[in-house]
């Protein structure tokens, strides 16, 4: 499989798991991912917060893959998810854009950071 | 100099530039920063934000620098800025989380890609 094709299957991959778990095997020991408030969570916490009655998750899907750059054994990636959750019973449909690092430890990609921005991205500002 | 002195001072020199002028000399041709949003924005739009009468710049520094990583001509890092601005009169104290790629081009370190985060960061939850 070409690096490429990693990467991609890494961002598809976290891009259908609703409940983020996707994440478990396939993130660095060092891994954080830094919410829209600037605050970093765990993939143990982020995983963790499907678990509560009040956050239930409906769909997510990848929207559109805005670069992918690979130098050697790094890689960074950004891409836009359509996230659509309830939160206490208020549903949000989010354009979320995220700022992804990518290692490759001994031949395996793996997520090493994310930053996820708001969910009110529009995607005509990045055409 | 070293590389992770070259990084630190463009760390600095973002920090402390009010009205981001800094990044104009300082970044790859290609770069853009996502906005909290996950909107796009070019560095001469960004500069040009603080050409409104309604966004006036009053100070900015940088609080901490979580991660610095160097892979080679490729490199990132992880920092959070106090940003205080005011928009239409209203004082804003953002506590920003920044996640930024840096370049070497030619021996000379820049700034290819930034996500910024709202200005809410508690940086209790960075401890």
């Known amino acids: 499989m070409t690096n490429t094709k990693s990467i991609e299957d890494l961002i598809e991959g976290y891009a ?4 983020s778990s996707f994440l478990i095997p396939n993130t660095t020991e060092d891994f954080l991912a830094v919410r829209p408030s600037g605050n970093p ?8 917060m499907f678990n509560s009655k009040d956050l ?18 790094i890689a960074y990636a950004v891409f836009t998810l359509n996230e659509i959750f309830s939160y206490k019973g208020n549903q ?7 700022t992804c690092i990518f290692k490759n430890e001994n031949g395996t990609w793996k997520y090493s950071w994310m930053q996820r921005s708001q ?9």
Chains 1, 2 share one sequence.
Do not use: Q, R
């Open 16 to 19: 259908n798991s609703e409940d």
């Open 41 to 48: 969570i765990s993939v143990k916490e982020l995983v963790g």
């Open 56 to 73: 239930v998750a409906e769909s997510s899907s990848l929207v559109k893959t805005h670069k992918i750059e690979i130098y050697g054994d």
């Open 92 to 98: 949000n449909k989010d354009l979320s854009t995220y």
């Open 119 to 127: 969910g009110t991205t529009d995607m005509k500002t990045w055409e």
